[in-house]
């Protein structure tokens, strides 16, 4: 839409009222390239608008070129609505809104959102509906969340009743996939279901516990194959082969985001405290003395490996928000300082000439199995590529930030 000049702002806006039609709203916030980002900003502001500032529409985070319904967007716009919580600043709440709007039609149907990919990961962006539904009350928002909602009712599960990560990868549950449906799932039960799920929500949990943990470290196999049948499967457990800090980071957010809505009361609450008290535990015996974690998590001397951004920002965050809410000792602060003070000294290597941050370090994608085959090994891990402010870390520096209050 084109801008509107002052002149012609009152017609307008009396055209739309007299039409009785849904007129887009127009951003009465300045330009991004007038965003001004200061030295003295918290880290949390900071990154926030040298996100706003080089991608000048929300869409476009990831480098997009067109809007996509993603899980990527949704990590970081979850992280600047919350920010907003903590500094209202409206062009923060105008930033995710554009997000949802562009892509939530009318019928609440979602732009771009397949249902029978039955893709957990496209779950995660129904978090940022609940807000603007609770303040505007549009119908479309509820109906969209019902959508998604209905993925979970028909998401094809495992024999032992775990969600499949998607369609293609059949009887797979990957670490991540925990974040992607279970914080929505919880919040949409605890919101509209009088909290009828939370047995299935913590089921989740239970089967990756029971399956996927290794007894010599306590930490997490990145991926459970129940059927055993994929080729990075071990064919006794079904695991994957190694442990990738990432997929760490999505269980222990996943965890922490999703006792935000289980009630004090229920019975499988303390069982989800423990399961983060004891990976937590896993994790700090492999903490490097920068105070950050390896993309490979228990290899930090192995050649190739590297200190990985986005799972050190995911576990400042989840220990950060964990000693907060008195789920995890407060000793879990102190190691979220440090893993903080890691990503800023370490892996902020420079300021930009407009007071932009860029967060190096950052794995840009991994998965298993798919076309080309992702076999799970060190050398695949270690290999993929990386990408400087990569949303997935990026979300979780914004997270960790407003926990430490940094």
Known sequence: MKKIRKQSFMPVLLVCALAFT???VISQEPAKKNIVISKDM???DKMALTLMKRHSESYMLDDSKKPKWDYVHALVLHSIEELYKKNPDPRYKAYVRNYVDELVQEDGNIKTYEFDKFNIDLVVPGRLLFDIYAETKQDKYLKAMQLLRKQLAEQP???SGGFWHKQIYPNQMWLDG???GEPFYAQYTATFENGKSFDDI???????QFHAVDP?????YHGWDESKEMPWANKETGNSPNFWSRALGWYVMALVDVLDYMPKEHPKRNELIKYLNNISQALVKYQDKSGLWYQVTDKGGKKGNYLEASGSAMFAYAFAKGANKGYLPSKYKKLSDKAFDGLTKVLIKKVDEDGGITLTNCCQVAGLGGNPYRDGSYEYY???????NDPKATGPFILAALELNR
């Open 22 to 24: 849904n007129c887009k």
């Open 42 to 44: 918290k880290w949390s």
């Open 157 to 159: 599960r495992t024999p």
């Open 178 to 180: 925990l974040y992607m």
């Open 202 to 208: 913590a089921k989740q949990f239970e089967l990756i």
């Open 216 to 220: 010599k470290t306590g930490l997490l």
């Open 382 to 388: 270690v290999n993929e590529r990386k990408k400087d």
